[in-house]
């Protein structure tokens, strides 16, 4: 039997506290009625004639989200993801070393305290004012180190062993200019204004020290968008994310977060992000029977509720792997994506799982360049996505209507605390 974790709600931010007023506050109460106005507008379409047709939007209930900086751990890690997400990679300058790393890290943390506050950036650069009338969104700045940071700065004693590159996998497509990198930045914010302005800023924040390797966008749906709020769905039209370790869970900290004490010291706290990003092969997918695409993932598509449960199931249906069908058949298939994923299948091996579907064109033979921005969350990879991926790689339903396209795996160090910026225990440790 699975253990099942209820789905987390899209409204569900437990971290979370009401922003202050602070740059809305820059607008003055004329400027913030125009602003309440032009969120009307943009929801209703042509500007002047939805705030007539439209009640007004209730500004507060996105914008007033706030995530705060300071913590054990880095934000955008437990709180559910956002409607819009950005991933950034760096590669250091050839003239920077460790002190000029330092020092953009220590702007980089100060931009993303104000930035998540619903302030202006604080630093010599002028304010693009792109979220100036916006609350923080709630917003959140994640920063890691990738395996490469350490030799460009002369830390590579101190490099985790859990850096080591992930194995290759068969089904590896991999291109390089998209993957790896030294530094990496996560955002995640439910306005896109909100999570482009933090894009740029901190983007703008790197130049002369580092130079972006390589930027993703990717989405989920906006908190609001439904009266039924399940786990999210992905491009495939499947709910995803229900059995994900949930904080309430005794084992979560320890499968997501180093424990004070771990190795190396510099990440207690901290965690391992694995990004890959995968294709879908939607004409392929599409064209499937939706009785075979139940098949594919173990799990029904219009409610998420396990193959094994019978009409009566939900999704939050306790997976029953070993439960056979009146044929004799096993419910869930023996190559079902929840069945060679399941931690009991794989001994024990457990990941937060914290992604952003992502839509970028159309290729050249007009298939969708679409897919999922995957995010796995584990206080160690070899214990979370490497034997995981590795099963999947051997017999996973889902395989023929995916390709991974890019990898990379970054360390994240703990949370920063008041007056500290992130990655300083390791910087100036
Ligand atoms: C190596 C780890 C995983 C990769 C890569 C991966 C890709 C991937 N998954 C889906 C859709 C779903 N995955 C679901 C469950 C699930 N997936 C993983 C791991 C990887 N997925 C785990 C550990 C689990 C949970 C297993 C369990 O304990 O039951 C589900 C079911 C709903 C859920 O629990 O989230 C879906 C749907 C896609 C589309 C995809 C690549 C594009
Ligand atoms: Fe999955």
Known sequence: MSKHHPARRPGDRPDERPAGPSRRRLLGAAG?????????????????????????????????????????????????????????????????????????????SRTAEALMAGETPPSRLHDTGIALDAGPSSLTVTFGFGR?????????????????PLPPFSSDALDPKRSD?????????????????????????????ARV????????RSPGATADPRTARNLMGQIDGTNNPRQTDEDFERRVF?????????????????????RMLLDDWERTPRDEQERVIGRRKSDGAPLSGGPGGTETTPVDLEKRNADGELAIAADA?????APETNGGAAML?????????????????????????????LRGFVPVQRKLDRGDALSRFIRHEASALFAVPGGAGEGEYVGQRLLEG
């Not at 180093?258 to 995968?278: E, F, K, Q, T």
């Not at 994506?337 to 994923?341: A, G, K, L, N, Y």
């Not at 839509?359 to 990879?381: E, S, V």
């Open 181 to 209: 990198g030294d530094l990496w930045i996560q955002i995640g914010a439910d306005d896109s204004l909100v999570a482009f302005h933090a894009l740029r800023a901190l983007q703008r924040e790197a130049d002369g020290t």
């Open 353 to 381: 799982r914290r992604s952003f579907s992502y839509h970028d064109g159309f290729r050249d033979d007009g298939a969708p360049d679409a897919g999922l921005l995957f995010i796995a969350w584990q206080a160690d990879p």
């Open 148 to 164: 490469t940071f350490f030799d460009r700065t002369g830390l590579a004693a101190r490099r985790p062993a859990a850096l080591e």
């Open 32 to 108: 913030a009625a125009g602003a309440a106005g032009l969120v009307v507008g943009a929801a209703g379409g042509a500007l002047g004639t939805a705030a007539a047709t439209e009640p007004p939007a209730d500004l507060a209930s996105v914008g007033r989200g706030r995530v705060p900086f300071h913590g054990a751990h880095q934000p955008g890690i437990v709180q559910p993801a956002q409607a819009h997400g950005h991933l950034i990679a760096f590669d250091l300058a050839a003239d920077a070393g460790r002190r000029e790393a330092a020092a953009l890290l220590r702007r980089w």
């Open 213 to 220: 390797r390589w930027q993703m966008s990717g989405f989920n």
């Open 337 to 341: 994506h929840v069945r060679v994923t």
């Open 258 to 278: 180093v424990p004070s004490g771990g190795d190396p010291a510099w990440m207690a706290g901290g965690s391992y992000a694995v990004l890959r990003r995968i």
